[in-house]
């Protein structure tokens, strides 16, 4: 799931001296919509704002409910229909034929912006999360109550309720408990509790660690596909042995960049903590020894640049028993100049570890 937590995160740093924020956070779809829920929105008292809970063309409006919350501290619900009719929504020209359920609720600084403080720590940590969060009001239980479990902090053998934040509602560590062993596959989960003899509505968020990329040699193609990877707000991790390439200002902001010997590569990057690896030092040898360094990991997706004979002749080389190896990678786009190749390598990125073939949206749409 994109839930776009970095800029998030990065928008509640710099504003964690105001008094409040609000949230917006969608909780329910229904037809076309151009988010999902789960999607969220921070908002600062003076209008400022972080997230899309739309193409751009909703935030506004959601300024003058976020106004109201503010003032009240009372959450509020808000509900976009944008079926088109004889005029189309609002006279923007939307017509998408979706609609969207948002919940809005007031975070204050007194009580730690509710769940980002600890989401915050889990995200550093490259932690994924379990998030419940009530979308009803009900006797006891306020509409917004959270709480929210680290998958790490269970992987290290704490206990219950230990492993939850501790202002966790029991109600919803209860919930959470129940399907944190083994860590669902789902993205996004609404369920149906009963507090005190009522039921009320729960919105479960699974949220992933950062994905992070590992790019074996520093030439100046490797440039491009970081900015790439940079755009999506992932982790970038360059790595070379040439000191000439080994120079973070070639890079984009955020990104590592490290020294090391191929052969030494374990030594200088934790190969445990990976999503991908781009295998790219246009040297056989050394992609040989970066390839030879991932043996018995479970990285989700490993590419080396160039032929598909190429591909083989390193497999070979290392005696690969692994994972398949992507080569030549990339999405088939046309691409030739680097900039292209980084595009079409970042796209199979993305749709891999999201289980997609790349294909395209319309002809999905045309047969379904």
């Not at 509640?12 to 969220?40: F, Q």
């Not at 209008?47 to 919350?69: N, P, Q, T, W, Y």
């Amino acid at each position: 799931m994109h839930l776009g937590i970095p800029a998030l995160l990065e928008f509640y740093r710099n504003n964690r001296n105001e008094e409040s924020l609000v949230l917006a956070t969608i909780i329910a779809t229904e037809g076309s919509t151009y988010r999902k829920p789960g999607a969220m929105m921070l908002i600062s008292a003076a209008g400022s704002f972080e997230g899309m809970i739309s193409g751009g063309c909703l935030e506004g409006d959601l300024l003058h409910h976020a106004a109201k919350v503010f003032a009240s501290g009372r959450a509020e619900f808000v509900t976009y229909d944008m079926h088109a009719g004889k005029d189309l929504v609002w006279s923007l020209g939307l017509g998408c034929d979706g609609v969207i359920h948002l919940m809005l609720q007031r975070l204050d600084r007194k009580d730690d912006f509710g769940f980002f403080r600890q989401l915050d720590t889990s995200q550093q940590a490259r932690c994924a999360s379990l998030l419940a969060l009530t979308t009803q009001e009900v006797p006891g239980l306020a509409c917004g109550a959270f709480a929210m479990i680290c998958h790490q902090t269970l992987q290290q053998g704490a206990s219950w309720p230990s492993a939850l934040n501790p202002i966790g509602v029991p109600l919803l560590q209860s919930g959470l408990q129940a399907i944190s062993e083994p860590w669902p596959e789902w993205r996004v989960n609404n369920i149906t509790q009963t507090c005190e003899g009522s039921p009320v509505d729960v919105i479960q968020l699974n949220i992933p660690a950062r994905t992070r990329v590992l790019i074996c040699g520093a030439g100046p193609d490797a440039v491009p596909v970081a900015r790439a990877l940079r755009e999506l707000d992932w982790e970038a991790v360059i790595v070379d042995h040439r000191p000439a390439f080994v120079k973070a200002e070639r890079f984009p902001a955020g990104c590592e960049v490290t020294r090391s010997r191929p052969e030494k590569l374990a030594d200088t990057v934790d190969l445990c903590d990976l999503d991908a690896v781009v295998i790219m030092s246009h040297h056989l040898e050394s992609d040989a020894a970066y390839l030879a360094s991932l043996h018995g990991l479970d990285i989700p997706y490993v590419g080396v640049l160039g032929p598909r004979a190429r591909r083989d002749r390193l497999c070979a080389m290392t005696e690969w028993n692994g994972r398949p190896v992507k080569g030549p990678i990339g999405l088939d786009i046309g691409a030739e100049l680097p900039q292209a190749i980084a595009l079409s390598v970042a796209a199979e990125i993305h749709a891999d570890l999201n289980h997609r073939d790349g294909r395209s949206l319309t002809d999905k749409v045309g047969q379904s």
